[in-house]
């Protein structure tokens, strides 16, 4: 099983998070995959959308990786 489909048979959504943010934190300071720590900080917020660590970690990636698009997104998420 990969590592999101281990995440998601977490029962409680509470161990979701936390296992993306260790995840996410992975991908992005030892592995430099800053795409997977997009889609680990995305799920955050699917999971708890006033995730306020992870949308500005997503504000910090796309503005690494100038994705402008999505980083007016976060600002616009942010903001309400």
Do not use: M
Request: net charge negative.
């Amino acid at each position: 099983a990969t590592l999101n489909e281990r995440i998601a048979s977490q029962p409680a959504a509470e161990i979701q998070v936390l296992l993306h943010q260790r995840a996410a934190a992975i991908c992005e300071e030892r592995l430099e995959q800053f795409d997977q720590a997009i889609e680990h900080h995305r799920a955050i917020l699917t999971l708890a959308a006033d995730n306020l660590e992870s949308a500005s970690s997503l504000e910090r990636l796309y503005q690494l990786t100038d994705r402008l698009s999505d980083l007016a997104a976060i600002f616009l998420l942010k903001s309400s």
